[in-house]
């Protein structure tokens, strides 16, 4: 019978290489997840929550929106509300949904209207509002008061958006 010793030297540094190697790997990957975007590391204050929004309607869509044309306001905005539609995550932005609030308040459209208006209400709840860089801002209560006549079955006139 032999007295070698099980998991000696040879054991130990195939450990410490395996170990090392994972530490590289996760280094790596949130490496390349910061530089990417993908991944954010921050250090928060217990008071502080943290908020993730999609940044769907950018600079370029407020900027739109800022200088629609005035003669034909309406169908410039039912341009505008069509392409934000279209783009992947639009109900998570809140400068998306007050476009599409305002488009389908222009439009009569009291049930789109009403859903544009709940998921904003929704979102001020939890602190989150659309840019200030928006020239059309609608207050949280205008919302409410708007959500209340569709409620009551009174129609929306177009000067509420």
């Known amino acids: 019978m032999s007295n070698t010793i099980v998991g000696g030297k040879g054991n130990k540094r195939k450990k410490s290489i395996i170990l090392l190697t994972a530490i590289l790997l996760i280094a790596v990957i949130v490496a390349v997840g910061v530089m990417s975007g993908r991944l954010y590391i921050s250090i928060k204050d217990p008071g ?3 908020v993730v929004l999609n940044n769907v309607c950018d600079d370029q869509i407020i900027t739109r929106y800022n200088n629609l044309p005035e003669d034909n306001y309406t169908e410039s905005l039912g341009a505008l509300a069509s392409d934000i539609e279209k783009m992947l995550n639009h109900t998570d932005d809140p400068d998306c949904l007050i476009v599409l ?3 389908n308040v222009q439009m009569l459209d009291n049930q789109k209207a009403k859903d ?3 998921m904003l209400l929704n979102m001020s709840d939890r ?3 659309p840019s ?3 020239s059309v801002l609608i207050s ?3 919302i409410r008061e708007s959500l209340d006549m569709i409620q009551k079955g ?3 006139d177009s000067s509420m958006g």
């Open 116 to 118: 544009y208006g709940q």
């Open 132 to 134: 200030s860089k928006n």
């Open 101 to 103: 609030y305002d488009y």
């Open 154 to 156: 009174i129609p929306l």
């Open 127 to 129: 602190n989150i509002y």
């Open 140 to 142: 949280p209560d205008a």
């Open 48 to 50: 502080q929550k943290l």
